[in-house]
C-alpha cells in the first residue's frame, strides 16, 4: 500500500504524462468527461463520467482501412497502427468491471485486433466511489464499489490519496512512480471500504431482484406482456445505448471520400429503427422488440453465454440520462420482480 | 394540482369519453418521470404524477396513440398546446380523436441544474413555495426553485393555452420573455468566436439522435439521416462537418414549425444547447419575415411556404445585422 | 528563393436552367472571362436547391458557393425564387450564426441577357473567395485525402 498527498498529485500527473498519455476524469461545463491531461488539469470528483471508459478500446467512430481508388485499380491500405502506451487514471469500479464485459467478448475468438491493440497498452488506476449516486447499482452485480478492480485501485481518504497494485503491470506503475509515494498501513482504507458499504446499503437502487432472470425461463421472460407496457414511450433514439459502458455493437460503413473509401466502424445501437438492416429491413420491426432485445441482451443472453455474467454493471448512466427514464431498473423491477 | 389532474382523468375515463389517458407516470425517484398511457382507474390512483418534474412534452406521442381506435385524452401545458396546435396542422393527429386538457405550468425543474449545485445522491424533493427541500442520501438540502428552473422555463414564451378541449385553472398569458438574449450574445461575437462556441458544443455530439426522436416537429415516417438513399446517411459524427451537417440541417427542417418547446436540450445527454440553433431561425423570421410563432395560428402560413415580393437579400439580411 | 503558390479556390456556382445558366452561355459566347475555378450545376430552378447541396459542396472540396437564378418576377416557374430567397436567407444567415464566413456563400440574379453581369459576379466571388483562403471550417477532413 502506498499513498499520496492529494497536494501533490498534479506532480504525480506530470511524472505519469511524461512517459505515458494520461486520462483523467475531469469536470467541464456539460459534467465530467475523460480527457487527456493538461497543465492544472484537477480530478473530477463526480461519480460517473457523462460517457463511459468503453470509448478508450471501443471508440465510438474508428477507421478500420483505407482504399485508394485509382481507376480500376483498388489499392488496399492498411492503417492500423500499434496505440501508444496510456493510463486511465480515476475509473470507477463499474466501468472497471465493464472492460472485463468487452474483453469476452472482443477478445473471444476471432480476437478484435483493434480493441486488442488498445487494451494491451492501457493501465488502469481505479478509484473507489466516495459518494455513490442514487442511480447507482454496482452491488446487484455484485460489484464493490469500495474495492475496485484494475491494475491499480485507489482510496481517496481525508487530503490523501491510497494506492495498491492488483496486477504485474500496477506493480511496475507504482515502482516506477515509487519516488513520489510514501509507504501506508492499510486501517485506513479498510475503514474507508466499511464507510463506503454503509452508504452503499442504504442506496435505494442497491439490490435489484436480477436473481429472477434465468436461462431457462428465456421463453417466459422473451414473451412476459410487460414489456408492451414499458416500451410504449421509448422514443427509440440511442442514449441508453451511447453511454453504456457495456454496450458493444457496431456497424461497419464505407464512406465514400471522392477518391477512394474509408472504411470505418461506428456504435451502433439495437434501439434504431435500421439496426441490422438487410435488403428487406431489419429484424426487429417494432420498437417493443427492440426494447425488449436490449434488456434480454443484457440480463438473459448475455449470462447465458458467459458463465452467468451479466451485461450490465449498474453504473446508473441509462438512469441519468434517458429522456424519458425508461431504464434498466425499472425493467428489472417489473420483468424480474414480484412487482 | 396533482390530485385535480387524477380526478380529471378518472371522470373521462369512467364517463366513456376516453378510452385511454396519456400522462406522466411516477418513476422510482421523484424526477424520472415516464410518459405513459393510463387505461385503467387503478393505474391513475397508483402511479399519475404531476409535480415540477413533469417535464416531457406529450404532444408528439399522439401522432402514433391516435392511429390507434378510440379517444385519448391528453394533458398539455401551455407550451405543450402549441406543439400541438403545429401537430394538428401538419395533419398529423386526427382532432376528433384527442380530447385535450389545458394544465397550468409554472415552469419545470431541471434535475441536472439542481445537481451541478452540488447535491448528490438524490433520493426524494419536496416542493415547499419557492424552495425545494431536497433529501439525499447524505443529507437533507433546500433548494430556491428559481435556481433549479430549466432554461425554456426561465425564458418561458407563452402561459397561453392554444388549443384545448377544456382547461384545468385559469388562461395565462404570452410572455415577454428574454429567450433570445443567448442568440443575440452570440451573434455580437466575432466568427472566429462563434466557431469556437460550436466547435466546443457540437463537438460533444454522439449522435444518439434523442433530440430528433423527442422532437414534436420531427415527425417523418423516415429521416433523411436514416435513408441509405439519401447519400448522407450516417450513425455517428465521423467528422466534424457531419456533426454540423446534421444540426444544421435538422434545424433547418423544422424552421418555421419548431414552437421552440425546448425539447431537443433537455433530452440532450451532452446538454449541448441545441435550442440556440433553433432560435436563430425564429429570431432571424421575426426579424426578416415578420413576428411568426408556429403553432400559434393554424390559419397563417408558414414562413418557408410563403413569400413576398420585396423580401430582403442574404446581403441585406447580412448588412441589418452589422 | 521558394515561389509562394496562389491559392485557387474551388467555386460551386448552382444556376438555374432557364436564366443563369443562359447566362453564363451568354458570357462564353461574348469571350467574357471568368475564372475556370467555378464550376457549374445547371439546376431546374433555384428553388430546386436543397439546403443539403450547398453544405455538401463545402464537404465536398467548395471553397465558396454560389446559388444563381432568375430575377424575382422572372420565375421560369413563377415563384421559384421567391422561395429559394428566403431559404438562403435564412441559411447564409445561419451559417454566420456558427462562426463560417458569410462571404463564402452568395446568392445573385443573373438573367439569360446579362452574360457580363455573369463574368463580373463570378470574378469578383472568385476574388473575394481567394482572399479568404481555403474553407477551413466546413470541410470533411476525410475528403482530402
Excluded at chain 1, 435488403?279 to 458467459?306: C, D, G, I, S
Aim: a negative charge; glycine letters at 6%; one cysteine or more.
Amino acid at each position: 500500500m502506498k499513498k499520496i498527498a492529494l497536494q501533490n498529485l498534479p506532480k504525480l500527473f506530470s511524472a505519469i504524462s511524461e512517459s505515458k498519455a494520461l486520462y483523467l476524469p475531469v469536470d467541464t461545463e456539460s459534467g465530467a468527461e475523460f480527457r487527456l491531461y493538461r497543465e492544472g488539469d484537477t480530478l473530477s470528483e463526480a461519480c460517473n463520467t457523462n460517457r463511459s471508459a468503453k470509448d478508450f478500446f471501443f471508440p465510438q467512430v474508428e477507421d478500420m482501412a483505407e482504399f485508394k481508388v485509382e481507376g480500376k485499380k483498388i489499392e488496399v491500405l492498411d492503417i492500423r497502427r500499434e496505440s501508444e502506451e496510456f493510463v486511465i487514471f480515476g475509473a470507477r469500479a463499474c466501468d472497471v468491471k465493464s472492460f472485463e464485459i468487452l474483453d469476452s467478448v472482443f477478445l473471444a475468438d476471432p480476437v478484435d485486433t483493434y480493441y486488442k491493440n488498445r487494451r494491451e497498452h492501457v493501465t488502469v488506476i481505479s478509484l473507489a466511489c466516495n459518494f455513490p449516486e442514487e442511480t447507482c447499482f454496482c452491488s446487484t452485480f455484485g460489484i464493490d464499489a469500495a474495492s475496485p478492480a484494475g491494475d491499480v485501485a485507489a482510496w481517496i481518504i481525508d487530503e490523501e490519496l491510497y494506492m495498491t497494485a492488483l496486477t504485474e503491470k500496477g506493480e511496475a506503475f507504482l515502482s516506477a512512480h515509487a519516488a513520489l509515494l510514501s509507504d501506508a498501513d492499510e486501517s485506513k482504507v479498510d475503514k474507508k471500504k466499511e464507510e463506503i458499504a454503509e452508504i452503499c446499503h442504504r442506496l435505494p437502487l442497491q439490490n435489484l431482484p436480477v436473481e429472477h432472470f434465468k436461462a431457462e425461463k428465456l421463453m417466459e421472460h422473451f414473451n412476459d406482456p410487460k414489456w408492451a407496457e414499458l416500451s410504449q414511450s421509448c422514443i427509440g433514439c440511442g442514449t441508453c445505448t451511447f453511454v453504456c459502458p457495456t454496450c458493444q455493437c457496431f456497424d461497419i460503413r464505407d464512406f465514400d471520400t471522392g477518391n477512394g473509401i474509408q472504411r470505418y466502424r461506428c456504435w451502433d445501437s439495437c434501439m434504431y429503427s435500421d439496426f441490422t438492416q438487410m435488403a428487406a429491413a431489419q429484424p426487429r420491426l417494432t420498437q417493443l422488440e427492440r426494447f425488449r432485445q436490449r434488456f434480454m441482451h443484457k440480463l438473459v443472453y448475455h449470462p447465458a453465454n458467459h458463465e452467468g455474467t451479466y451485461g450490465c454493471v449498474g453504473c446508473g448512466r441509462c438512469l441519468a440520462k434517458c429522456p424519458i427514464s425508461m431504464n434498466i431498473a425499472k425493467v428489472i423491477k417489473e420483468i424480474g420482480g414480484e412487482k | 394540482m396533482q390530485q385535480v389532474i387524477r380526478d380529471k382523468a378518472l371522470s373521462l375515463l369512467e364517463a366513456g369519453k376516453v378510452d385511454r389517458v396519456l400522462a406522466w407516470k411516477e418513476g422510482e425517484f421523484f424526477y424520472d418521470q415516464t410518459p405513459h398511457v393510463f387505461k385503467t382507474a387503478e393505474e391513475i390512483n397508483r402511479s399519475l404524477v404531476y409535480n415540477g418534474f413533469s417535464a416531457a412534452n406529450l404532444s408528439k406521442y399522439l401522432v402514433k396513440e391516435t392511429l390507434k381506435d378510440g379517444m385519448i385524452a391528453v394533458f398539455l401545458k401551455p407550451c405543450d398546446t402549441y406543439s400541438f396546435s403545429q401537430l394538428l396542422k401538419e395533419h398529423r393527429i386526427p382532432r376528433e380523436k384527442v380530447w385535450a386538457v389545458g394544465i397550468p405550468c409554472d415552469g419545470k425543474l431541471d434535475i441536472d441544474r439542481i445537481r451541478k449545485a452540488g447535491l448528490r445522491g438524490i433520493t426524494s424533493i419536496r416542493e415547499d413555495g419557492d424552495r425545494l427541500s431536497v433529501s439525499t442520501i447524505y443529507g437533507e438540502k433546500t433548494v430556491a426553485k428559481s435556481d433549479a428552473l430549466a432554461e425554456r422555463c426561465e425564458n418561458c414564451k407563452s402561459r397561453k393555452h392554444i388549443v384545448y378541449d377544456e382547461l384545468i385553472g385559469s388562461e395565462g398569458e404570452a410572455l415577454d420573455s428574454g429567450r433570445f438574449d443567448a442568440v443575440e450574445a452570440l451573434e455580437k461575437m466575432s466568427p472566429e468566436e462563434r466557431f469556437a462556441f460550436w466547435q466546443k458544443e457540437l463537438s460533444r455530439c454522439i449522435r444518439c439522435n434523442a433530440c430528433r426522436n423527442a422532437c414534436p416537429a420531427c415527425t417523418c415516417e423516415k429521416c433523411v439521416f436514416d435513408n441509405p438513399a439519401s447519400g448522407i446517411e450516417s450513425k455517428a459524427p465521423a467528422s466534424s462537418f457531419e456533426e454540423q451537417n446534421f444540426h444544421i440541417i435538422r434545424a433547418f427542417h423544422v424552421v418555421g414549425r419548431c414552437t421552440d418547446c425546448g425539447e431537443c436540450s433537455r433530452v440532450c445527454p451532452q446538454s449541448i444547447p441545441l435550442h440556440l440553433i433553433n432560435r436563430k431561425f425564429i429570431k432571424d423570421i421575426n426579424e426578416f419575415y415578420g413576428t411568426y410563432q408556429a403553432g400559434e395560428n393554424p390559419d397563417e402560413r408558414a414562413p418557408l411556404t410563403n413569400f413576398d415580393k420585396d423580401d430582403m437579400e442574404p446581403a441585406d439580411a447580412f448588412r441589418k445585422g452589422e | 528563393m521558394q515561389i509562394e503558390e496562389k491559392f485557387e479556390p474551388t467555386i460551386v456556382a448552382f444556376c438555374c436552367n432557364w436564366c443563369s445558366y443562359a447566362g453564363a452561355d451568354l458570357s462564353g459566347t461574348n469571350r467574357l472571362q471568368y475564372p475556370a475555378n467555378v464550376k457549374i450545376i445547371r439546376v431546374p430552378c433555384s428553388c430546386r436547391v436543397n439546403p443539403m447541396f450547398i453544405l455538401r459542396a463545402f464537404q465536398r472540396g467548395a471553397d465558396g458557393v454560389i446559388l444563381c437564378g432568375c430575377h424575382p418576377g422572372d420565375c421560369h416557374y413563377t415563384t421559384g425564387n421567391y422561395y429559394a430567397r428566403r431559404r438562403m436567407t435564412l441559411l447564409f444567415s445561419m451559417l454566420d450564426f456558427l462562426g463560417i464566413e458569410r462571404e463564402r456563400t452568395r446568392l445573385e440574379w443573373v438573367s439569360a441577357a446579362e452574360g457580363a453581369k455573369f463574368a463580373a459576379t463570378m470574378n469578383d466571388f472568385v476574388e473575394t473567395v481567394t482572399r479568404l483562403g481555403k474553407n477551413r471550417r466546413l470541410e470533411d477532413l476525410r475528403c482530402n485525402k
